[in-house]
Nanobody
Framework: QVQLVESGGGLVQAGGSLSLSCAASGRTFENYAVGWFRQATGKEREFVAAISGSGGSADYLDSVAGRSIISRDNAKNTGYLQMNILKPEDTAVYFC??????????????WGRGTQVTVSS
């Protein structure tokens, strides 16, 4: 099985930046797409970004596109989400997820436990 552990969350002021990391287990990390999702209090989970196993393709939620960068380092079995120009509405628990194959917006099999991102105004 794939085990995922997020890190990098915290409290940041609006307009600031944060870099989230997702450390994964396994020797075949490059075969898994990595996705990032978030869930604000009282809201449903939503897709944020995803990246293909090779890192060659990426997909972003419209509200974060242009100010976020998803990346990965397969040699380190780690995925990343760099978020810039953060807004209070970005406040949520952020989860990383993995699935075999394409970087879709759903149908992920493995999930981390989440890391809290809080953006103050």
């Amino acid at each position: 099985q794939v085990q995922l552990v997020e890190s990098g969350g915290g409290l940041v002021q609006a307009g600031g930046s944060l870099s989230l990391s997702c450390a994964a287990s396994g020797r075949t990390f490059e075969n898994y797409a990595v996705g990032w999702f978030r869930q604000a209090t009282g809201k449903e989970r939503e897709f944020v970004a995803a990246i293909s196993g090779s890192g060659g393709s990426a997909d972003y939620l419209d509200s974060v596109a242009g100010r976020s960068i998803i990346s990965r380092d397969n040699a380190k079995n780690t995925g990343y989400l760099q978020m810039n120009i953060l807004k209070p509405e970005d406040t949520a628990v952020y989860f990383c997820a993995a699935r075999w194959g394409e970087p879709l917006r759903g149908q992920y099999d493995y999930w981390g436990r989440g890391t809290q991102v809080t953006v103050s105004s």
